[in-house]
């Protein structure tokens, strides 16, 4: 199996999303929006107080530049398969004589690829010169890092697939992506950093997916964890990998013979 | 064994059928009713290597769908489909780098690029050779007459342009075997007789087997020989083009122009109708009726002006063809 036709996509949707100037400006200035409407909320709250259960604001800020960070690079397209069974062009797709999950995954790296480096990377210059962001608790973690990172990402995507795959049956799964992604928001640390959640939830969401698609690589960067929790945490997001493609992959088998092509 | 062997394949999909106004979209919320259509009845066809075909049939007869099976994308409910010795819907990914598809209604050109970057991709997907790739581009190019878009984002064509370009972005990797369905939709005449020329070329010079699906006759007159017609998901006709004129089309009409008013005797098998200017319409069948008899009497016994014979145009057959299946239900 040849690779270049997937590194051909990825090119692809690159050039795609270079295409339209003024968006890209406009996507960075929103995702710095974003970044700095948090940021400002716990500024607030935090007032005067330099912690709050030992978490300190610059760990906060940190944080939230990290997870919305990724949240921007990752951004999985969950409307890859809906669209094109939506508008028929699922057609074409399956003339093509490549995987089409290797395609999807592609996509979706060469759109990362795009985010980081049009979203993640103004972004993060703007904060270190604004609000400052903490240095890496050392080299060593910084690595491990981008490992979990690229794991969590593995999560995300792979979560994103088999909801997607309902789409054979259903059609439109907007609501169904919504629910996913309020989930994904909050319980993942994204939106309410997962040390001000509950205890008892806490421990939950410590073996849930979402937790390990943000938090854990955050809490890895700021050096929260030790090695063996570390390891822990990444064989976590590889089992959750694991079991959520299975589960995908399988409505994807049973799906393809429910295919409906619309629109003539 | 045949190129393309089709075996007694049925396809039938769950569509929902839907109250009308608002009230009714309530009903169907808590009662969704729904109900199989059958597209395609057990169908069976063979097609040898080389052969052009031309697939037709009204809207909703099915075309489509046995395209779409044909080329791997939907799997039949039963029946067996070969091609080349693939199973296209169990091998799909070995066997579509093999085939080439043209949907009208669909482009499968990347919408914001440069057609050429759409087919620099195509060369990447399918892994064409260098050289391969040049020879087919510029070939295929200068034949369609593209040079003059071909660095224009696809979002800038005209309908005319993105099908050609269409067509070519289906042919790139030189498959042994292209479905064309409906590739002259909403093209203009121009434009129809340029992809006409186009895939009679392919056909004759390069022996690619090709299936063509089409509403407008005169692309299947000027590419085919052979012709399969579906209706409601039934084959009702497969066999030469010739034949079908020869079966169906008997009927032939007679205008003649007289110099004076004339009366007629009545003739047998024949309808006559009277015109302006002195003119009479005559129809027949022409296996019931001898035209060399029936044009020495009228010649032979009357003053006429002009005369004119003419026999149906296949468009008219068909919708003979079409009607007749629809009487008979």
Known sequence: ?264 | MSFIEVKNVSKTFKVSRRRAGAIGAAANFFVPKFEKKEAVKNISFNIEKGEAVGFIGPNGAGKSTTVKMLSGILHPNSGEIKVGGYIPYKQRKAYVGKIGVVFGQKSQLQWDLPVIDSFELLKAIYSVPDDVYRKNLERFTEMLDMSGFIGQPVRQLSLGQRMRADIVAALLHSPEIVFFDEPTIGVDVVGKETIRAFIRELNRQDGVTMIFTTHDMRDIEKTCRRLIIINEGEKIYDGALSALREMYGTTRRLEVAFSEKVDLPGFENVTVENLENNKKRFTFENNKVQINELMNRILGEYNVRDINISEPDIETIIQKIYTKKEAEI
């Open chain 1, 1 to 264: 199996m040849s690779l270049r036709p997937y590194l051909a996509y990825a090119k692809k949707i690159f050039l795609n999303r270079s295409a339209y100037r003024f968006d890209n400006v406009m996507g960075i200035i929103s995702t710095c929006l974003q970044f700095f409407i948090f940021w400002e909320i716990y500024k607030a709250l935090y007032g005067t107080s330099t912690d709050i259960d030992g978490i300190t604001m610059p760990m906060v800020t940190t944080n939230f530049i990290l997870s919305m960070g990724l949240g921007a690079i990752f951004s999985p397209d969950d409307y890859f398969l809906p669209s094109k069974i939506w508008d028929g062009s699922i057609a074409t797709e399956f003339l093509r004589p490549i995987s089409f999950k290797g395609r999807m995954i592609a996509e979706n790296v060469g759109n990362a690829l795009f985010n980081l480096l049009f979203r993640f990377l103004p972004c993060l210059i703007i904060a270190l010169f604004t609000v400052g962001v903490n240095a890496p608790a050392s080299p060593a973690m910084l690595a491990l890092f981008v490992l979990s990172a690229v794991l969590g990402f593995g999560v995300l995507w792979t979560i994103s697939f088999a909801v997607q795959m309902t789409a054979f049956w259903l059609i439109n799964i907007w609501s169904l992506i919504t629910i996913k992604n309020v989930l994904i928001n909050v319980l993942s640390g994204s939106m309410i950093p997962l040390w001000f959640m509950p205890r008892e939830l806490t421990a939950i969401l410590n073996f849930m997916p979402f937790s390990s698609v943000y938090f854990t690589p955050v809490q890895i960067y700021l050096g929260q964890l030790s090695f063996e929790e570390i390891m822990l945490k990444c064989g976590i997001q590889l089992a959750w990998i694991i079991v959520i493609y299975l589960l995908g992959d399988i409505l994807w088998r049973k799906g393809q013979k429910k295919l409906i092509v619309q629109g003539g």
